[in-house]
């Protein structure tokens, strides 16, 4: 009954365009690093990173009763981030990824219900440790720049996590494949990679969506071409540029419409709010607001 649940589940991701399944133990010990990263304040400004730290580490708190974690993969552009108007971190290029998934998600929950499970989803939107997951599941290990690499896809996707009550067949962990390369701590503007872990004080991902105030001036001084995220440590992994030609299926979704993939940055710094909601409206990029993106254009060199 529970290998028929796994197939059926399997089958329906792939249907729905995931390119990737596996399923981890939900009780999988996490080890220290993530209640060693918050301690050390790595989280700078995000606060929920500290209050969902229980719930990070216990998923009983999420789902009673849960027993597995299914992680899924799904692939996102691969469009050199330059060719945008300020380099647009890959992810944010298309449609918003949790709007997109969380339709696809609600469908495999529906798919194992029948199965008698009881399910909470997620991408990127609770308090789930998607990459310790998704590396236990057996889709990859957790590189050196923090991300969830694949052998043969590279780091090029989003996660979504399943947390299920089914007692479903666990996967087996991938081995981590990193050997002595260490060019993604290298290519960091702001070396905020250490010992396989960002430290999201000096990351630019974090300064140019998520924080509120303004990066100190030895950050905005590294900023350079980045405009929305960054994917300096994803550009220099060479199992990125080794990606097979079959992990570039991409969502049309997930891809830069024209009309901003050729709008030069000046017309960005003097959008009006009516043309950055027209514009941007249903990108993750309208998340962080107009004036937190000319902040950012402000820093760009
Ligand atoms: C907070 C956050 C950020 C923060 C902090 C970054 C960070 N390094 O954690 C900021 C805003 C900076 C950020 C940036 C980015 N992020 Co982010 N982010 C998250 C989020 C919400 C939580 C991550 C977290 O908990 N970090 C703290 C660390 C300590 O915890 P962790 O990542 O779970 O790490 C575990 C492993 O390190 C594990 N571990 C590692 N080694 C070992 C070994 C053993 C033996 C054991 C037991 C455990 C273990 O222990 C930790 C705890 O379980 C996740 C979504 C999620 N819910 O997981 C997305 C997520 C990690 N981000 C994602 C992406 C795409 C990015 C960016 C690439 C975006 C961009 N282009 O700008 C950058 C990359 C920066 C980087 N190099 O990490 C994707 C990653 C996809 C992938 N292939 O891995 C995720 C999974 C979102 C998603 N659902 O797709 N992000
Ligand atoms: S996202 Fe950019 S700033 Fe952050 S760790 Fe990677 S290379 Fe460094
Ligand atoms: S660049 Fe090298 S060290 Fe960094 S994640 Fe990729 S393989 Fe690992």
């Known amino acids: 009954m529970m290998q028929a649940a796994r197939e059926a589940v399997a089958y329906a991701a792939h249907s729905l365009g995931f390119s990737g399944i596996g399923v981890a133990d939900a009780h999988a010990a996490q080890g220290t690093q993530l209640r060693d990263w918050v301690a050390a304040g790595c989280h700078a400004g995000m606060a929920w990173m500290e209050r969902h730290l229980p719930a990070r580490l216990n998923p009983d708190l999420i789902l009673p009763g849960v027993s597995r974690v299914i992680m899924l993969t799904y692939e996102y552009a691969r469009t ?3 060719e945008t108007p300020g380099a647009i971190a ?3 290029q298309g449609e918003d990824y949790h709007k997109l998934l969380a339709g696809k998600l609600a469908d495999l929950d529906e798919t194992l219900s029948f199965y008698g499970g009881t399910q909470r989803c997620f991408t990127d939107s609770g308090p789930v440790s998607e990459r ?3 590396a236990r ?21 989003f996660l979504a996590s399943i947390l299920t009550t089914l007692e479903l067949p666990t996967d087996t962990p991938a081995a981590n494949r990193c050997g002595n390369c260490h060019r993604c701590e290298l290519a960091c503007p702001t070396g905020a990679l250490h010992g396989g872990c960002c430290d999201a004080r000096r990351c630019l991902s974090y300064w140019t969506i998520e924080a509120k105030d303004a990066p100190p001036p030895d950050i905005a001084a590294r900023q350079h071409h980045h405009l929305y995220g960054c994917d300096a440590c994803q550009s220099a992994c060479p199992w990125n540029s080794t990606a097979s030609a079959t992990a570039q299926r991409i969502d049309p979704h997930l891809l830069m419409p024209a009309p901003l993939r050729s709008l030069p940055p000046q017309a960005l710094a003097e959008m009006t709010p009516a043309a950055f909601d027209h514009l941007l409206n249903g990108s993750p990029i309208h998340r962080i607001g107009l004036e937190h993106l000319k902040r950012n254009l402000g820093n760009m060199s």
């Open 80 to 82: 050199d981030a330059r």
């Open 90 to 92: 890959r992810y944010a």
């Open 132 to 134: 310790f997951f998704a």
């Open 137 to 157: 599941a057996g889709l990859g290990w957790i590189g050196r720049n923090g991300l969830l690499i694949r052998e043969k896809r590279g780091s090029y996707c």
